[in-house]
């Protein structure tokens, strides 16, 4: 089985005020074996809600799966029911939430929240889950992992909190990790620890990752294949080469000149004018891009463009491309 | 008012000297204090007037604990923080109220730093209601003044925090943060839950107000090229010191200490084609609850000589305006 994550037209809306609005608008892709793929795209552009929507862990009676199909390892997950999630929820998939804060339990030890994974989910007795506890925080650069095992995570800083979730992450060597922007409080050098942690835990377990990050740097360093999200769709989907060297999308290009650099001093930043429109006020049809593009021509706001090839492993949802036309009959 | 700042002008707004702030360890059953954690062990800076001074360092090394004791929203354990040369560690109710308007915060987290179901009219209002007396029409015209500074719409007034996005919650923190005109803000990582293009926006306002309302920022970041971007001098902590402090350009240009070298060095490179030359630092990480002797990044430096394992070296000026805490110098 090559294939480790199928998402296929997946949709997911909110409840606000009695209407339903998609944050995640119609989105497929695939995760393969041992592969990192990144996402990447613009606050709010529905990065972590696809995450949540996989994982099944949208809050309740909000948010809920609207349609497509979610697979994994070749099995339909969508329709799985609580208790068949939580037999695979942090030990076939597992997660590391964007908000490390609000997703640690405040009124248990950092320890109390690894032991519970651990026997939950592995013949081990609980002595040997507390020493594994401490490894697995040792292993996440944790300082004196054994005095931080019976903290509380108000006393941990930001970066040691998610360290603390990437160590729950891994305990169980889960098959696919799916990692919710997992070194955005911390500073480099641990970021480079915890990346190479990743990597080495991948190649070991075959493990393949799900990577929501905004700094592009660690998509460079890290992944395989990109996929750029734009108001709850895919506006590219290609190779970590293509992303950096041949960008095709007019907001993936504007992404890329966005990127500050270490070696060139401007005295403004690119910026992309405009703001990403609110679910509310989400075109019904037309590119989602169309009023901050530089490219836009007429039909842009009235012509929805498809997700089509325009190169070897190069996906792409503009109507730049003749490829991208809606065929005769969908109009 | 005017006399003083005209008086301050040139000088630091901001002196920082030989702070600690320490956090009790609690143990036993009668919860006594046990230990303590030396989050901020001996830190001093200085910080003029209109400038920015960029904080970085390893996560856990203090830069939060010293941002916020310099807030007062902790207590300091020792030391000196001089706002406009008045001390201000000591100080307690009308007065510190008063040193509450010119020092104000922007928080890392938009979305755990502001309460999603209040109006953001009244978000950005309360500080001002808070200090002092308006009438509702000229609070409200000052308000959406603010919102229209930081790039939100006037119709943000009646909307709820959670209808925006981390970016625009960003800026409702900012305009929050501006509403009493600070002179000094102690901006937290404020960009690192923001996507690049997000963040560049975001970066591109601080700067405008700085310009606008001489504004002095204590700048927490741990993204090296924000931090460039914007600061005129940086220091580097480690482990609750600080170990270098310098103009931008000598620290990335002539990085002096081994740990601000590893620190550079492991900058991710936005471009797949390159590979990184990165120092990786060996050994476990030390506990701030029991800090190694002699120099803090001895265990793990490179280069370290039997020297550093026996006295701790001190800030000493190794170039004109660029100083070190290291040995080797
Ligand atoms: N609980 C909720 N109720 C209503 N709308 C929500 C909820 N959670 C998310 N949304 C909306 O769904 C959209 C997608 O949000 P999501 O959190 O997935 O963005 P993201 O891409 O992860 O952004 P970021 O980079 O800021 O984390 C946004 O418009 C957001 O406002
Ligand atoms: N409320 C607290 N009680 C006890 N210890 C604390 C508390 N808050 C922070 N600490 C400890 O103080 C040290 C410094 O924490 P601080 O939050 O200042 O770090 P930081 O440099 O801001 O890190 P980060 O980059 O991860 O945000 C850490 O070792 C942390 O465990
Ligand atoms: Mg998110
Ligand atoms: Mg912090």
Known sequence: ?331 | MNDTTIKYEKENLLEVKNLKTYYPIKGGFLRKTVGHVKAVDNVSFSIKNGETLGLVGESGCGKSTTGRTILRLLDSTEGQILFKGQDITKLQGKSLREIRKDIQMIFQDPYASLNPMQMVGSVVSEPIMNFQKKSLASLKNEVIELLRKVGLPEDAYYKYAHEFSGGQRQRIGIARALALRPKLIVADEPVSALDVSVQSQVLNLLKELQDEFNLTFLFIAHDLSVVKHMSDRIAVMYLGNIVEIAEKESIYEEPKHPYTQALISAIPIPDPRKKSNRIILKGDVPSPANPPQGCPFHPRCPQAMAECSLSKPLLKEVKSGHRVACHLY
Request: proline residues 5%; negative net charge.
């Open chain 1, 1 to 331: 089985m090559n294939l480790m994550l199928e998402v296929k037209n997946l949709k997911t809306g909110f409840d606000i005020e009695g209407e339903i609005y998609h944050a995640v608008d119609d989105v497929s892709f695939s995760v393969k074996k041992r592969q990192i793929v990144g996402v990447v795209g613009e606050s709010g552009c529905g990065k972590s809600v696809m995450s949540l929507s996989i994982m099944q862990l949208l809050p309740k009676g909000i948010g809920q799966i609207t349609g497509g199909e979610i697979k994994f390892r070749g099995e339909n997950i969508e329709g799985h029911t609580n208790d068949e999630m939580n037999k695979i929820r942090g030990k076939e998939i597992s997660m590391i939430f964007q908000e490390p804060m609000t997703s640690l339990n405040p009124v248990f030890t950092i320890g109390f929240q690894i032991v519970e994974i651990l026997l939950n989910h592995s013949n081990i007795t609980k002595p040997e889950a507390r020493n594994k506890a401490i490894e697995l925080l040792k292993n996440v650069g944790i300082p004196r992992p054994e005095k931080i095992v019976d903290e509380y995570p108000h006393q941990l800083s930001g970066g040691m909190r998610q360290r603390v979730m990437i160590a729950i992450s891994i305990a169980c060597q889960p098959k696919l990790l799916i990692a919710d922007e997992p070194t955005t409080a911390l500073d480099v050098t641990v970021q480079a620890q915890i990346l190479e942690l990743l990597k080495s835990i991948q190649k070991k377990n075959d493990m393949s990752v799900l990577l929501i990050t905004h700094d592009l740097g660690v998509v460079a360093e890290m992944c395989d294949e990109v996929i750029i999200m734009y108001a709850g769709k895919i506006v590219e989907k290609t190779s970590v080469d293509n992303l950096f060297y041949n960008p095709q999308h007019p907001y993936t290009k504007l992404l890329m000149a966005s990127i500050p650099r270490i070696d060139v001093e401007v005295n403004e930043l690119t910026t992309i004018q405009g703001i990403v429109p609110s679910l509310k006020n989400m075109p019904k049809s037309g590119c989602r891009f169309v009023e901050r593009c530089p490219s836009a021509k007429p039909e842009c706001s009235t012509v929805t463009p498809l997700l089509a090839n325009v190169g070897y492993e190069h996906e792409v949802s503009c109507l730049l491309y003749e490829g991208c036309y809606p065929r005769e009959g969908m109009r």
